[in-house]
């Protein structure tokens, strides 16, 4: 046979690319439910990571299962649409943004740190080559910021991807999103700059729209949870926390 | 095992070593040599796609039809590359998230056509799995060595262990920034050519 004449050629290629794609899709099949699991892991040790607990991802199953009490979605109104926390846990973050703020359905994931309860609060935006997403964690006055991850697709190496590093991410435990009553989110500044009315942490030097864009993230996402945040605020049951508010008011007027 | 064969398989390792010989594979020796992990894995990733796809054009050859043979050795080296992927994907995720954009890479990595073109369209199917196997080691073991100096001096580890004792930290010592950048790897991968030639003196130009 004419190795050389077209009719091989073309035969050749076909029968080839058909065999390809049927071992990709048998491996693709019978792997997917192993890698889906995966994939939720992950997001289970990001979501811990927002309350300070780092674990390796063979744990952070059962973890997750000790820690956080209970998730669910609210709506813009601060009400409960759905008590399902699979659901809740499911969320596609990615879509949910894209909707105006008074349409997207918000979860929540109540986290039990030392018998204190933390309101985890997801977070998804865009930074310079994709997307950026993370997790931020409020005491449960709805205003002090407990501690907040983030990560990234594919920001730069070095410049917008130190947003994942522990410097940037340990600068919003204590900062508060409302000043005054009125929801400011946080501002991130470069060095040394202060914002007025607001709480910032510092940009990261040379991630200047990465940067930007975890403003814009934390500022499009939270003010979402406007009215979730002042109910608890309002609720009677943490004392405690009011008072650190009542002081920080006697501060201002000071 | 004949002398022949004893030549091929470690032959790679140093007189014809891909990386600091016949200078392949450069790019991700940069990109994956900043810790040890992701360039263990990644020898092991290149070793076994190396190798398979040295073995399946190998048995191959003499069907495939030489104006698209290129192209058939990137379908078959795209495909194992995918398939290392997606179980890298399902039993190590971790390592998947490390080193996600450099698996793709692989299809790109200059040792598999180069071995492809140069062994496997010429030889037996045992003999280009020795081949294969012989560069993969061959280039892991110089992605082993400048991992090794990186991460020792830039980070203080090896292998996510802290290494240097926090008593040197004290005493003044720093972990050396640079080591991380890429350009420490070139550097590194240089002065192991140095050594490499002036042990070997026939590699030597003239």
């Excluded at chain 2, 994956?32 to 190798?51: C, D, E, H, N, W």
């Amino acid at each position: 046979m004419n190795k050389n004449s077209n009719v091989y050629t073309f035969i050749y290629a076909s029968v080839m690319v058909i065999i390809v794609a049927a071992a990709l899709a048998f491996v693709n099949g019978s792997l997917k439910d192993k890698q889906k699991k995966n994939v939720e892991i992950d997001k289970m040790s990001q979501i811990l990571k927002s309350v300070k607990i780092n674990s390796p991802l063979s744990e952070a199953e059962a973890r997750y299962g000790e820690t956080i009490v209970s998730s669910y979605l609210i709506d813009a109104q601060g009400k409960t649409v759905s008590q399902d926390a699979a659901e809740a846990f499911a969320l596609d973050m990615s879509k949910e943004v894209l909707k105006p703020a008074a349409e997207r359905r918000l979860p929540v994931y109540e986290a039990l740190i030392d018998g204190q309860k933390k309101y985890i609060i997801p977070l998804y935006g865009a930074g310079l080559w994709g997307p950026i997403w993370g997790y931020i964690s409020l005491e449960s006055d709805g205003n002090t910021v407990y501690a907040a991850t983030f990560s990234h697709e594919g920001e730069t190496p070095g410049l917008g991807a130190e947003i994942t590093t522990a410097k940037f991410q340990e600068q919003f435990s204590g900062k508060h999103v409302f000043q005054q009553q009125q929801f400011r989110s946080l501002a991130v500044l470069k060095a040394g700059h202060k914002a007025d009315n607001q709480d910032a942490v510092d940009a990261i030097s040379g991630g200047t729209v990465t940067s930007r864009g975890v403003e814009t993230m934390l500022f499009d996402c939270l003010s979402a949870y406007e009215a979730f945040l002042k109910g608890l605020q309002a609720a009677p049951a943490v004392e405690q926390a009011t008072e650190n508010n009542e002081n920080e008011q006697a501060n201002v007027e000071e | 095992m004949s002398p022949e064969r004893k030549d091929i398989l470690f032959g790679p390792l140093s007189k014809n070593n891909p990386v600091i010989v016949l200078v392949l594979g450069i790019c991700s020796a940069l990109a994956v040599t900043a810790q040890l992990k992701p360039a263990l894995v990644m020898g092991v990733s290149v070793t076994v796609v190396v190798a398979f796809s040295n073995v399946i054009i190998s048995l191959l050859r003499n069907t495939i039809p030489s104006r698209i043979r290129i192209i058939v050795q990137l379908v078959v080296v795209a495909a194992l590359v995918i398939i290392v992927e997606q179980i890298l994907k399902a039993y190590a995720y971790e390592v998947w998230g490390q080193l996600s954009v450099y698996i793709g890479l692989i299809i790109t990595n200059c040792i598999l056509m180069g071995r492809l073109e140069a062994f496997a369209l010429g030889n037996g199917p045992f003999d280009s799995f020795l081949d294969g196997i012989g560069n993969g080691l061959g280039y892991t073991a110089i992605l082993v060595i400048v991992a090794f100096f990186r991460e020792l001096l830039g980070s203080g580890a090896l292998l996510g262990f802290h290494i240097i004792p926090q008593s040197f930290y004290d005493a003044g010592y720093m972990n050396n920034g640079l080591m991380i950048m890429p350009p420490m790897a070139l550097i590194v991968v240089g002065c192991i050519i140095w050594v490499h030639r002036s042990i070997n003196k026939d590699l030597q130009e003239k």
